[in-house]
């Protein structure tokens, strides 16, 4: 499962992030649909592989559990449309971003508290004869599970999104590929939710910023790429947290990418951001904010 629900602020937690916490707690989260106890799983910093939950053993979701359905909703997406099953799950589009205030969470030595991990789960609650409500589509408090519905559900890249600066307010026009058209390098006037698939080059970090080459660019009449698009995490502010955490989902998401590619199969490794195109060089994007940049794998289809 790729986030859980902390059992103590019952907020939603995305597996990365536990990659950015000083300690996890292995017995504090349960699943987000039916409150069964999941545990977090390779989340060490120093394991690169991403994180995720997963149930006990010999234990299974409970009762009609969200979590359940929403596996066979990303399924039946790829194919068609899903709409009426996402307008009324809580998680597998989320309808807005919402940022919310770091100044508690960027402090580990704080005790936890609601401002800490994230959004707030909008639970089905039930009622006094039992029934139950449809949640509706939970707000995100980070740019993944959003770019995760992007790729999931190509068939519903019509539904609304509401990203605080960006004047497009639907996943199909939100979001922008880098490098699309043969197009060279371009200049972008609007704000968008920005993604091209990472270069095989390696990360590069220094103290002030953590650079990222995009396999993505102006491409020369033999097929090279002789400009390329470059990711500049500007880190000079963060903890070695959230340093943590951004470093090794890239390179996470660069190692998956070259397995995907080398086993032949369709998916490719996307870096996604919401950064500012540099003034000086416009093949570098600027992003200062953790919550505004994932990586991830998948097919992206049309
Ligand atoms: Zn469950």
Same mark, same amino acid.
């Given at each position: 499962?790729?986030?859980?629900?902390?059992?103590?602020?019952?907020?939603?937690?995305?597996?990365?992030?536990?990659?950015?916490?000083?300690?996890?707690?292995?017995?504090?989260?349960?699943?987000?649909?039916?409150?069964?106890?999941?545990?977090?799983?390779?989340?060490?910093?120093?394991?690169?592989?991403?994180?995720? @939950?997963?149930? %006990? /053993?010999?234990?299974?979701?409970?009762?009609?559990?969200?979590?359940?359905? =929403?596996? !066979? $909703?990303?399924?039946?997406?790829?194919?068609?449309?899903?709409?009426?099953?996402?307008?009324?799950?809580?998680?597998?589009?989320?309808?807005?971003?919402?940022?919310?205030?770091?100044?508690?969470?960027?402090?580990?030595?704080?005790?936890?508290?609601?401002?800490?991990?994230?959004?707030?789960?909008?639970?089905?609650?039930?009622?006094?004869?039992?029934?139950?409500?449809?949640?509706?589509?939970?707000?995100?408090?980070?740019?993944?599970?959003?770019?995760?519905? @992007?790729?999931? %559900? /190509?068939?519903?890249?019509?539904?609304?999104?509401?990203?605080?600066?960006? =004047?497009? !307010? $639907?996943?199909?026009?939100?979001?922008?590929?880098?490098?699309?058209?043969?197009?060279?390098?371009?200049?972008?006037?609007?704000?968008?939710?920005?993604?091209?698939?990472?270069?095989?080059?390696?990360?590069?970090?220094?103290?002030?910023?953590?650079?990222?080459?995009?396999?993505?660019?102006?491409?020369?009449?033999?097929?090279?790429?002789?400009?390329?698009?470059?990711?500049?995490?500007?880190?000079?502010?963060?903890?070695?947290?959230?340093?943590?955490?951004?470093?090794?989902?890239?390179?996470?998401?660069?190692?998956?990418?070259?397995?995907?590619?080398?086993?032949?199969? !369709?998916?490719?490794?996307?870096?996604?951001?919401?950064?500012?195109?540099?003034?000086?060089?416009?093949?570098?994007?600027?992003?200062?904010?953790?919550?505004?940049?994932?990586?991830?794998?998948?097919?992206?289809?049309?």
């Amino acid at each position: 499962m790729e986030s859980a629900r902390d059992k103590n602020t019952k907020e939603i937690v995305e597996a990365e992030d536990l990659w950015m916490l000083p300690h996890v707690d292995r017995d504090g989260y349960e699943c987000s649909g039916c409150e069964q106890p999941v545990y977090p799983a390779s989340y060490l910093k120093t394991n690169l592989k991403r994180p995720h @939950f997963s149930l %006990f /053993p010999k234990t299974d979701h409970l009762g009609d559990c969200d979590v359940d359905g =929403e596996r !066979k $909703t990303v399924d039946s997406g790829r194919k068609g449309s899903v709409r009426n099953e996402l307008e009324t799950s809580p998680g597998l589009s989320p309808s807005r971003l919402i940022l919310k205030d770091e100044r508690i969470a960027v402090d580990p030595t704080l005790p936890k508290s609601s401002a800490q991990t994230g959004s707030k789960s909008t639970t089905r609650t039930n009622s006094n004869d039992g029934a139950t409500r449809p949640a509706g589509r939970r707000p995100s408090n980070t740019i993944r599970p959003i770019c995760r519905a @992007f790729i999931n %559900f /190509p068939f519903d890249r019509n539904m609304s999104l509401d990203i605080p600066g960006i =004047e497009d !307010k $639907t996943y199909l026009t939100a979001f922008k590929k880098l490098g699309a058209a043969n197009a060279g390098i371009e200049h972008f006037s609007r704000s968008k939710v920005f993604y091209a698939e990472v270069a095989w080059a390696k990360t590069q970090a220094t103290d002030d910023s953590l650079v990222i080459q995009l396999s993505a660019g102006e491409w020369n009449a033999e097929r090279q790429l002789v400009r390329k698009y470059m990711l500049r995490i500007c880190w000079s502010q963060w903890s070695n947290y959230k340093r943590t955490k951004v470093q090794n989902e890239m390179e996470v998401v660069r190692e998956e990418g070259i397995k995907e590619k080398k086993s032949k199969s !369709k998916k490719r490794a996307y870096v996604f951001f919401i950064g500012e195109q540099d003034e000086q060089d416009p093949t570098y994007f600027n992003v200062t904010d953790h919550r505004l940049i994932c990586g991830l794998v998948g097919e992206l289809s049309w």
